[in-house]
């Protein structure tokens, strides 16, 4: 199994940056992609970014697209998301998920990745 560990939220004023780390450990070898999801409260949890574990390769949500960066330190087994512009509407708690060779599911979907993390507050003030 995967145990996936998120941090680098907090409070920030719109425009500001934040960059969140996401710790991967245990069975490292088996991951494909690794996702950035949010959750608002009493919406579902929205895919924001993902990263092939291979080759780097990303691609994003348009509500994030040239704002947000997403990016991988093999050695590290850590993924990243920078966060630059940030919005009100940005204000959530951040998850990061992975995504197995054999998982099916849509690559933007929640339902498509696991061993989701606890979780990391992200609030942007207006």
């Known amino acids: 199994q995967v145990h996936m560990v998120e941090s680098g939220g907090g409070l920030v004023q719109a425009g500001g940056s934040l960059r969140l780390s996401c710790a991967a450990s245990?069975?490292?070898?088996?991951?494909?992609?690794v996702g950035w999801f949010r959750q608002a409260p009493g919406k579902e949890r929205e895919f924001v970014a993902a990263i092939r574990w291979s080759d780097g390769d990303t691609y994003y949500a348009d509500s994030v697209k040239d704002r947000f960066t997403i990016s991988r330190d093999n050695a590290k087994n850590t993924v990243y998301l920078q966060m630059n512009s940030l919005k009100p509407e940005d204000t959530a708690v951040y998850y990061c998920?992975?995504?197995?060779?054999?998982?099916?599911?849509?690559?933007?979907?929640?339902?498509?990745?696991?061993?989701w993390g606890q979780g990391t507050q992200v609030t942007v003030s207006s």
């Open positions: 998920g992975a995504r197995h060779f054999l998982t099916t599911g849509s690559l933007y979907s929640a339902a498509g990745f696991g061993s």
């Open positions: 245990g069975r490292t070898f088996s991951l494909n992609r």
